[in-house]
């Protein structure tokens, strides 16, 4: 029986890979997002320029053979700090991803799995929080408790978990919605009934038998959150709430190329179009994967 179930799950698992071949879109963005990781992660192992380095000789130069993507307003390489902000701009998005998803899962699960009292409970808080005006908390919550948190964990660390925690925290109601409404399908279904009859704990039959049922659901859910975390890091880092002025992130560099918009564009352009780059690739994947996983597609 196991090894039917699993020949069945390996096949929906091929054909939905099948189906996100088809889509060319989402198979460019695969391989857009795929080079931008290798490029952040293996480049700056063959590009050996400090980002940190300061030299006001070389200001706001254009790019040229020597600086790939030109220099700040410091003289700072802009190719060594795209490089660098990369690695903490996807990690904070895949972290912030992790906890969206975690909470949405629980929150879900436990709502869809055992309704009445404890859904309508948990899916008032869910409103709660979707009706809570989210760019201005964050920023309130951002301004009040940078300082205490750096204090604790320090500067670099402690914003980053400042920022993965709201992000996060804020972005889980939409994943919660989605495993909810799966689980209440689900629950009726047969084989729920017979896992039931044979002794069942709720536990497992949450994780064990219904939570892989909406698992395709939680990977594009999961997909989409992580563009939507890169795009809320950079805004708190270009309205300067984010991470300190010594760490590039790709917000932070386009916060300290507003003045230079004219004089020096480039400044702005690399960091932005890697944003929009890795977003909108990510975007794509994940319009790609609801499409493969739907079985009316």
Same mark, same amino acid.
Not at 151 to 174: D, P, Y
Not at 225 to 233: H, K, M, R
């Given at each position: ?152 964990? %320090? #500067?670099?660390?402690?914003?980053? @978990?400042? *920022?993965? +925690?709201?992000?996060?925290? /804020?972005?889980?109601?939409? =994943? &919660? ?21 044979? %002794? #069942?704990?709720?536990?497992?039959? @949450?994780? *064990?038998? +219904?939570?892989?049922?909406? /698992?395709?659901?939680?990977? =594009? &859910? ?76």
């Amino acid at each position: 029986m196991n090894k039917s179930n699993q020949s069945v799950d390996s096949s929906l698992w091929l054909d939905s890979w099948r189906r996100f071949k088809r889509d060319r879109t989402a198979v460019l963005g695969l391989i857009i997002i795929l080079i931008i990781t290798l490029l952040i992660i293996f480049l700056p192992f063959f590009y050996q320029v400090s980002a940190e380095k300061i030299d006001f000789l070389a200001a706001s130069s254009p790019p040229s053979g020597q600086h790939f993507f030109g220099t700040n307003d410091l003289g700072q390489d802009q190719l060594a700090r795209i490089l660098q902000g990369g690695r903490v701009s996807l990690t904070v998005g895949i972290a912030s991803m992790l906890v969206a998803i975690l909470l949405g899962t629980v929150v879900g699960a436990i709502a869809g799995f055992y309704g009445g009292i404890i859904d309508n409970i948990l899916m008032r808080i869910t409103d709660l929080f979707l009706a809570l005006p989210q760019l201005p908390l964050l920023l309130l919550i951002v301004y009040l408790f940078r300082d205490a948190i750096k204090q604790v964990a %320090g #500067a670099e660390l402690g914003v980053f @978990i400042l *920022i993965v +925690l709201l992000i996060g925290g /804020l972005n889980w109601m939409s =994943v &919660a919605r989605l495993v909810r409404a799966n689980f209440l399908k689900l629950r009726e279904m047969e084989f729920v009934s017979a896992a039931k009859a044979i %002794g #069942a704990k709720p536990s497992r039959l @949450i994780w *064990i038998h +219904l939570f892989p049922n909406v /698992l395709s659901v939680v990977i =594009v &859910a999961a997909t989409l959150a992580v563009g939507n975390a890169i795009i809320t890091e950079s805004t708190l880092s270009f309205l300067g709430l984010g991470f300190p002025p010594d760490v590039p992130t790709w917000g932070r560099m386009l916060f300290e190329a507003k003045d230079f918009l004219t004089s020096s564009p480039y400044m702005a352009f690399f960091p932005g179009m890697a944003i929009f780059l890795t977003v909108l690739s990510i975007n794509y994947i994940g319009d790609g994967l609801r499409d493969a996983f739907d079985p009316k597609s």
